[in-house]
């Protein structure tokens, strides 16, 4: 491919226009676990499996769905680490805003800002871009809210969408499924049927994690012993 | 690196460049502005299930009062408050500052907050302004370890003790708790000895007054009781305007002037147009 001349080099132009570093930043991307959002009327839903490298780690300690603020939280796919590195500056930038207006962020700031570190990382000698998408789920002054946030800095509000592995099946399963005026409670039923469509083994709140927000503007994580219970519904 | 978007203010403490200049202008006779401290009476103490935090109201600026019913407690985290004297700014800032400290940290550990980490923060933040930061604080908070209240003052020096007072208004405060603390005591009696402490500077002491205000921390929660007392009500001019019964004045002298009161009946034709 002419392009593989310039691939080496972030700052470079390849001659069709791209920056082949960032296209590779996505295919990392679609090789990490597959996360999901799904925004209802009353709230936002968002998922990701859990899949451990051994049946030795211990699971408790994993934590892939984080909270940025009390009404946000967020989920990846990809390199796990460099979310990490994402989540602290997207929590710090969170209270900087605070201290400053003397108000909660709201959601679209906050990716936004989130997303201009992730830009700074494609423009910038000597480093390499993220190699991670975040769903970010919250609800603020201006309701429910979802968003996709990618390793070049773009983002998108969705209504439902999916990254990482199985994308393109999740979210023709996804466009299939969404209707305008769903509750929470089935967002959160087409969430795990979406998960399970390309998942390999036996799903159970062990290896999956799943996050809500509702009208009560507080984001929070479902326990196993719930994530069991709605898949038992499910059935 | 590209620099972050937003910029921080640089670290460090204080730049003192400008001292000398002040100085000078000083003796030259330029009247240095006055800034708004709290005077105030802070007490705290632990009861039987957690900690009671009580604060007057006034804030005084010099001489005069400038805020007759401020808050002087201040939130620190869902299990934590604290109770500020000295310079206003100072206090506020440096609580909000601790405030959104601990609300990474809680993100970052998952766990709840502990008051002595809330303590440390405070007294490291203190210490490296060398007092230039006025702010005498009493952080009161109930968590894992249980109950526990600290002193703060502003060079960073901290004490840890069952019950505490600071403030220009710490004396007579004091002087209530001294007499009447007990261990153990519940949650009524503690209430009633944190008022009387408070009372008591507030009628003692020039710089507190107004209201009450107090904050109780359990392990079950934190109950913000705003004005919970309130020995100086403020009485307001009627919205009636000033309304005197007869009776009030002196009638010196009284004369009756009748008005002609006639009314005649005219026959008239109606009013024509041209």
Known sequence: ?235 | MTKTTIDLPPKGGFSFDLCRRNAFLESQGTKMPKFRKTGTTIVGLVFKDGVILGADTRATEGEIVCDKNCEKIHYLAPNISCCGAGTAADTENVTDMVSSQLELHRYATGRDSRVVTALTMLKSHLFGYQGAVSAALVLGGVDVTGPHLHAVYPHGSTDTLPFATMGSGSLAAMAMFESRFKEGMTREEGIEVVCAAICAGIFNDLGSGSNVDLCVITKGGKEYLRNYQQPNPRSYTHSKGYHFTSGHTAILSSKIRALRNQVRVVEGDVMEEE
């Open chain 1, 1 to 235: 491919m002419g392009d593989s001349q310039y691939s080496f080099s972030l700052t470079t132009f390849s001659p069709s226009g791209k920056l082949v570093q960032i296209e590779y930043a996505l295919t990392a991307v679609s090789a990490g676990q597959t996360s999901l959002g799904i925004k209802a009327s009353n709230g936002v839903v968002i998922a990701t499996e859990k899949k451990l490298p051994s049946i030795l780690v211990d699971e408790n300690s994993v934590h892939k769905i984080q909270l940025l603020t009390p009404n946000i939280g967020v989920a990846y796919s990809g390199m796990g680490p460099d979310s990490r590195v994402l989540v602290r500056k997207s929590r710090k930038q969170a209270q900087q805003y605070k201290r400053l207006y003397n108000e909660p962020i709201p959601l679209s700031q906050l990716v936004r800002e989130t997303a201009v570190v992730m830009q700074e990382f494609t423009q910038s000698g000597g480093v390499r871009p993220f190699g991670v998408s975040l769903l970010v789920a919250g609800f603020d002054d201006n309701g429910p809210q979802l968003y996709q946030v990618d390793p070049s800095g773009s983002y998108f509000s969705w209504k439902a969408s999916a990254i990482g592995k199985n994308v393109s099946n999740a979210k023709t399963f996804l466009e299939k499924r969404y209707t305008d005026d769903m509750e929470l409670e089935d967002a959160i039923h087409t969430a795990i049927l979406t998960l399970k469509e390309g998942f390999e083994g036996q799903i159970s709140g062990k290896n999956i994690e799943i996050g809500i927000v509702d009208a009560s503007r507080k984001f929070r994580v479902l326990t196993p012993a719930e994530v069991d219970d709605y898949l038992a519904e499910v059935e």
